[in-house]
C-alpha cells in the first residue's frame, strides 16, 4: 500500500517502547553547518548523526522507564568504560532527578569496568574485562549494565555471562546505541536510546583511538578523519 511504502521511506522511526529510535539505512544526518563542534574536527566529520539535545531527551526518557520498572529496589550500575561514561553518568542523573521528585526512589551505587575489543574501526575477538575480577558484591543485587554501544550482541552476551556468575537478583542492560550489523542479534538490550544503521560514529565519549571524545553530538567520521588518526 501507498502508506506502507511510505513509512518504509521514512528515516527515523519509533521502535516503540524498548527498540528505541530508530534511524533508517537512509539517514542522511544533520549538516554541520548547523551545529557548533570544536575546530580541530573541522574536515573530520561527514555529518551530526545525532544532535546533542536529542541524546539528552531520549536518556531523560529511558532514566523514566528504569524508574517505572525498577523504582524502590536498590541497584548497582554497572558502567561499561570508555565509551558508555558520558551516557552512564546523564543517565545517573536523570534517574536521580526523578527519585527526587518522586515517591519512589532508587538507591544506587556505580562500579566501573572496562571492556577491550576495539582497535580502529575494525571489532577483534578477543575480550578483555577490566574491574570485574570480582563482582562479589552483586550477589542478591539487581544490576543495570549501561553500554554506549551494543553491535552484534556477542560481547554483551560474554559480559552478563561473567557477571551473572556472582549471583545477581536481576540484570538489566541499558545501551545508548544498538548498530544493525545483522540481521540477527545475540543480545538486545532492555533499554534502548537509538538503533542506527551500521556505521562508526565518534562523539559524545564514543571515540576513535582515543580521538572524538570531547565531541558532544554523535557524528559519522569521514574518511579523511579516519585516516587522520588511524594508528
Not at 541497584?75 to 546523564?90: E, H, N, P, R, T
Request: with cysteine; net charge neutral.
Amino acid at each position: 500500500s501507498s502508506a506502507g511504502y511510505k513509512m518504509e521511506n521514512v528515516a527515523v522511526q519509533s521502535g516503540g517502547r524498548s527498540g528505541g529510535i530508530v534511524l533508517r539505512d537512509n539517514w542522511p544526518g544533520y549538516s554541520l553547518e548547523l551545529f557548533s563542534y570544536p575546530a580541530h574536527y573541522s574536515g573530520d566529520l561527514d555529518c551530526v548523526f545525532i544532535p546533542h539535545g536529542m541524546i539528552m531527551d531520549r536518556t531523560e526518557r529511558l532514566a523514566r522507564n528504569i524508574m517505572d520498572d525498577l523504582g524502590d529496589n536498590d541497584i548497582v550500575v554497572l558502567c561499561v568504560l570508555k565509551g558508555g561514561y558520558q551516557f552512564s553518568a546523564d543517565l545517573v542523573d536523570r534517574i536521580k532527578a526523578l527519585s527526587h521528585n518522586s515517591h519512589r526512589t532508587i538507591p544506587m551505587r556505580v562500579h566501573f569496568i572496562r571492556l577491550k575489543s576495539y582497535l580502529n574501526d575494525c571489532s577483534t575477538e578477543d575480550l578483555h574485562i577490566v574491574g570485574a575480577e570480582d563482582l562479589s558484591f552483586l550477589a542478591g543485587k539487581n544490576v543495570l549494565v549501561v553500554e554506549a554501544v551494543v553491535g552484534t550482541g556477542k560481547t554483551m552476551k560474554t559480559l552478563l555471562k561473567h557477571v551473572e556468575a556472582f549471583g545477581p537478583k536481576m540484570i538489566k542492560v541499558a545501551a545508548l546505541l544498538v548498530k544493525r550489523v545483522s540481521t540477527t542479534w545475540a543480545y538486545l538490550p532492555d533499554y534502548v536510546g537509538f538503533e542506527i544503521p551500521d556505521r562508526f560514529v565518534v562523539g559524545y565519549a564514543l571515540d576513535y583511538n582515543e580521538y572524538f571524545r570531547d565531541l558532544n553530538h554523535i557524528c559519522a567520521i569521514s574518511e579523511s578523519g579516519k585516516m587522520k588518526y588511524k594508528i
